[in-house]
């Protein structure tokens, strides 16, 4: 499977599939099994490290609505153990408010709201008990706006799952999708705002606000705001001995739930836009152990609280000799490097077919039939030295006069008489044509045209009307080399079409090649 396959990308990724340097000593057993190809998984490299920060927005969810933004800060140390899979651990250090625009009641049991609740002041301006026991009562109806700041610290581990760094079709990204979730503690405190810097309850807070008159939540808000001061003195309900605790701080076990963008800027850092909720089963961190229903309504919901932390950071790789966290690299791409260019794995001998055993591989024999035993040329094509249309191989006689063609199935020529052909030479020599054409290339260059080997047709032909007849090819290169070099080239591009495609034999073309004899670039075909 090429999943298996590709256990660490090449050095377009961050490292060389070669580069030692890279692999714990630990791991070289398994990486030298590999090089030498008795192992199919390559050793996971040494990846680098990965330390953070960050800071956004923390926010409580409880049953007293929030405050938007509050401040948190974090940092976390991460290191990956595999492609996909990696263990961050993280401290969180965030600061929460919250409001109530609604005013509540049925707090008897919150010991933070509760012992102020009853004490305002009359019309005179005097502190009273409004609801003391030993005089005429009225029935209770006290209200209030809660609020509280809630300071938490937790830390944590989390398991973290990288999304989309396995990419079939693309060798690496810019940014990488991750989800997890983790275990730790959780260490809070809360406290409210309840007095003045008298000391006293704020008289808005208590029955201060009417609602025929504050009828906006922004109203009731900014009255709350402009009537309170920022020192949040009072402290909260709290779980006191029946949980544990850390100095003045309640301490208890939380799960978290995260998911987050990173975004590469270098081989070194990245940006992450990260959202992350923690559980904690615990109902103050609000200060208020009940969600209330509207007022009038004495239903008590329990309701645990959590908190969220939406942050923005900016994450380092530290290591030396170490390659990227693995989970920006993308573990096919040796797979896929391999297939298209391979280097490491063993590939046996190619098998090129020659049916015919001339000693031609298939796809370059011209004839792909040569009879066994049958000499051939480099185009496995049987040989014919004389040019008489009967290979060598059954030729009985190999060289054969052109004078004495056309020859029997045997190779074997008939001479005319010795008698009728004592001045043959002369009949020859007069009937020879020497209208032959010249030959014009362009350039430096060497191959024939179509129009060329047209001109080649024609002498072809005159040769092969006039048996006895022979012809020299010259050419006229000028006194360097190089021109010398192409004028041969030249010269033996024409004889060999004139042999190998129009079949005239090798004895009847001589070539000549003579410096400053003519144009360079034009070949002369004379009669001899």
């Not at 109530?100 to 009273?128: D, M, T």
Request: contains cysteine; proline residues 5%.
């Amino acid at each position: 499977m090429i999943l298996a396959m590709g256990a660490f990308s090449q050095s377009q990724s961050g490292y060389d599939v070669y580069d030692s340097s890279v692999i714990s000593a630990k791991s070289m057993p398994q990486q030298n099994e590999f090089w030498n190809n008795s192992y199919n998984f390559p050793a996971k490299p040494r990846n680098m490290w990965e330390i953070g920060i960050s800071a956004g927005a923390f926010n409580v969810m409880g049953d007293v609505s929030s405050k938007f933004p509050t401040l948190g800060f974090a940092a976390h140390v991460r290191k990956a153990f595999g492609y996909v899979f990696s263990l961050r651990a993280q401290y969180l250090n965030g600061t929460g408010k919250g409001m109530n625009y609604n005013r509540s009641q049925n707090f008897s049991k919150n010991v933070a709201w509760n012992r102020y609740a009853s004490i305002q002041r009359n019309n005179a301006g005097v502190l009273e008990n409004r609801f003391g026991y030993g005089g005429p009562l009225a029935p209770r109806q006290d209200l209030v706006f809660y609020n509280y700041k809630n300071k938490t610290q937790d830390l944590s581990l989390q398991g973290i799952i990288t999304l989309n760094n396995i990419r079939f079709h693309k060798q690496k990204t810019g940014y990488v999708f991750y989800v997890g979730a983790g275990v730790g503690a959780t260490a809070y405190e809360v406290m409210v705002n309840a007095l003045d810097a008298g000391n006293n309850p704020y008289t808005t807070l208590f029955n201060g606000l009417q609602t025929p008159v504050y009828k906006d939540r922004k109203d009731v808000l900014k009255a709350l705001k402009d009537g309170m001061d920022d020192t949040y003195e009072t402290k909260a309900e709290a779980q006191g001995n029946r949980r544990p605790t850390l100095g003045d701080n309640t301490l208890r076990f939380s799960t978290t739930a995260l998911a987050g963008v990173a975004f590469k800027l270098g081989k070194r850092i990245n940006l992450a836009i990260e959202n992350r909720h923690t559980f904690i089963k615990d109902d103050l961190l609000d200060g208020q152990q009940w969600q209330e229903h509207a007022i009038g309504d004495a239903a008590l919901t329990p309701n645990w609280d959590s908190y969220n932390y939406l942050s923005l950071g900016l994450n380092f790789n530290l290591g030396a000799k170490s390659v990227e966290p693995l989970w920006w690299l993308n573990p096919l791409d040796y797979a896929y490097g391999e297939l298209n260019n391979p280097k490491h794995m063993k590939l046996p001998k190619p098998i090129l077919d020659d049916t015919d055993g001339d000693g031609v591989i298939d796809q370059l024999d011209r004839e792909p039939n040569t009879p066994a035993g049958t000499p051939v040329d480099t185009h496995g094509v049987s040989l014919d030295t004389d040019g008489d249309g009967v290979p060598d191989s059954k030729d009985k006689q190999l060289i054969t006069p052109t004078e004495c063609q056309p020859v029997d199935a045997d190779g074997v020529g008939k001479c005319p008489d010795p008698e009728c052909c004592k001045n043959m030479a002369a009949v020859v020599t007069a009937t020879c044509p020497t209208d032959y054409p010249s030959v014009t290339f362009k350039g430096n260059g060497t191959s024939l045209t179509s129009d060329a080997k047209a001109l080649l047709s024609t002498a072809a032909a005159k040769l092969k009307a006039n048996p006895n007849c022979t012809i020299t090819v010259n050419g006229y290169p000028e006194a360097s080399k190089a021109s010398q070099a192409v004028a041969q080239k030249r010269l033996d591009v024409i004889r060999n079409y004139l042999v190998e495609t129009e079949g005239i034999s090798t004895d009847r073309i001589s070539t000549n090649a003579e410096v400053g004899g003519g144009d360079k670039n034009t070949l002369d075909i004379k009669s001899n």
